[in-house]
């Protein structure tokens, strides 16, 4: 037996190693599986395109009306669903009714539309600098405090001021933006150059869009569009050694022959579904996978199934789980600085959960994974569950310790829920321990609700006060007066001290160094 888990783990590393590098690790037929269609196979995709845009536009609308509701937003002078800054732009809706395709959908939302569209752009050295404008514009948003006054006057210089060499035509940037940025200075960039991006933005998306949707660039979309819906199975992947086993299953990593690129597969034994009644839960976490787009949750690459098994084909994330780092390679608890900086990721999870209308309900150190370079992603999304129209779950769901007051009580609740498991985790990676129980405590079910309904978390010399702040606001037991509720949603939980030291644009693009790697 351990010769076989020593010849299973050299070969998973292998495959590691060589999944990491362009072009190793691919089957010697990968040409003949990434082969591309004759673009007249491909047409008919377009229709099924557009009919998807006009689709997930409409549940947008849905989605933003129902949330705002939810926060009472209408209310606000500083937010409104009609401002004209949020609004698109009138020839956006023509371009949308008369074709089905839109930018936001094909460019924005899809790596291999923004690659082909700037490849069309590329051809035309007017587009060319658009394009070139929006990256760097893009970049300015993410860049570090320290660096942006710098960065910002290099972009002026190329794009924004009289004379360079890269100046957009009056058409597109207005010639008083262009005088703004001659005349001021300071944090003025920061007024002008969302102007300047909305602007530059709404040009690409008519007419130089409309031209890429008749193009041989788009037909080379469709095609990858049919590459991608080609149906897979078992023999798409090589399969490699046992990650982990859970209720229905177990978990082994996986490698795709085309493309070397490997991936955790999650195989769900039917029997075992049917014999637990857990068919609805199974395909409730596949539907969700389908919609989330989160750099801090578990992506959904593929699904199929054998006469045996369901197959989710996730993100692999190496690093090992939370629990393991806990309370195995750190008892005492994880530094302020580390565990602020999984809060933060964590916390950018459950806001692209909430706004998809998804209540997570199952935070907890074993759900949480590390992927090889420190960051972490929101995983096993089983008790999750996409909320009514009225932003309302109910249920005796979660893990004994971590499940908020409301839901003990089986009443109606809603977002609060996740802020409050956030709270216990964030409280159990500082103290060591969970908030409602000792470490290594047997103590009956009924005892711990009792402790979550009535009793008062109490804090070590481990918690700074900003940290004792922030657990205690988000650890209240009434869901109305808790963190991230009281008007603001998830800023109410940004805004806190305890996080001061976090740079929120930056560590939602992926540009923040973690503050520890896994070996």
Not at 177 to 203: H, M, Q, T, W
Not at 423 to 444: D, N, S
Request: proline share 3%; hydrophobic share 35%.
């Amino acid at each position: 037996m351990e010769i076989e888990n020593l010849v299973a783990n050299t070969v998973y590393i292998k495959a590691r190693e060589s999944g990491g590098s362009r072009g190793k690790g691919r089957s010697k037929k990968w040409r003949k599986y990434l082969e591309l269609p004759h673009i007249s196979q491909c047409l008919h995709l377009k229709d099924e395109i557009s009919k998807f845009c006009i689709h997930m536009f409409l549940v947008n609308i849905q989605i933003a009306e129902r949330y705002i509701q939810f926060h009472d937003f209408r209310r606000s002078s500083e937010i409104e669903f009609t401002n004209t800054e949020t609004c698109l732009p009138e020839r956006w809706f023509v371009m949308f009714y008369f074709t089905g395709v839109t930018y936001e959908y094909i460019v924005e939302h899809q790596p291999i539309g923004k690659e082909l569209f700037k490849q069309f752009c590329n051809r035309e050295p007017l587009l060319q600098k658009c394009c070139l404008l929006l990256e760097a514009l893009e970049e300015f948003d993410i860049t570090s405090n320290e660096d942006k006054e710098s960065f910002a006057s290099s972009i002026i210089n190329r794009y924004l001021r009289h004379g360079s060499s890269d100046l957009l035509p009056s058409d597109i940037v207005p010639s008083d933006l262009i005088l703004n940025c001659d005349d001021k200075s300071g944090n003025s960039e920061a007024i002008f150059f969302p102007k300047c991006f909305r602007l530059v933005k709404e040009y690409l998306a008519n007419e130089p869009f409309e031209r890429f949707v008749d193009s041989i660039y788009f037909q080379r979309y469709l095609q990858w569009k049919w590459r991608e819906k080609q149906p897979i199975d078992k023999k798409t992947f090589r399969l490699y050694r046992v990650l982990g086993k859970g209720g229905f299953g177990e978990v082994c990593a996986c490698q795709v022959r085309a493309t070397g690129k490997m991936y955790a597969l999650k195989k769900l034994e039917k029997k075992r579904i049917k014999k637990r009644h857990g068919e609805s839960m199974t395909l409730n976490e596949k539907q969700i996978l389908e919609k989330v787009d989160s750099r801090f949750i578990v992506s959904l690459a593929y699904a199929y199934e054998t006469k045996v098994a369901l197959c989710l084909v996730l993100t692999l994330m190496n690093g090992g789980d939370l629990k393991f780092h806990l309370y195995t390679l750190n008892p005492n608890g994880l530094g302020e600085s580390r565990v602020a900086f999984y809060a933060a990721q964590l916390t950018l999870g459950l806001h692209h959960l909430h706004q998809l209308r998804v209540l997570y309900r199952d935070l907890k150190p074993e759900n949480i994974l590390l992927d090889d370079y420190g960051h972490v992603r929101i995983s096993d999304l089983g008790l999750a569950v996409e909320l009514d129209s009225n932003h309302c779950a109910k249920g005796r769901v979660g893990t004994i310790g971590y499940m908020a007051p409301e839901v003990i009580n089986n009443n109606r609740y809603s977002y609060p829920v996740d802020f409050f498991g956030l709270g216990c985790l964030i409280y159990e990676l500082i103290e060591g321990r969970g908030p409602f129980r000792a470490r290594k405590e047997k103590v009956k079910r009924e005892e711990v609700e009792k402790r979550i309904k009535e009793n008062q978390e109490i804090y070590s010399g481990k918690f700074s006060e900003n940290a004792k702040s922030l657990c205690k606001a988000l650890l209240t037991k009434d869901p109305n007066l808790r963190l991230g509720s009281r008007g603001r949603g998830i800023n109410e939980i940004k805004d806190h001290k305890w996080f001061v030291s976090i740079n929120w644009k930056r560590l939602e693009a992926g540009k923040v160094q973690p503050p520890f790697v896994p070996d």
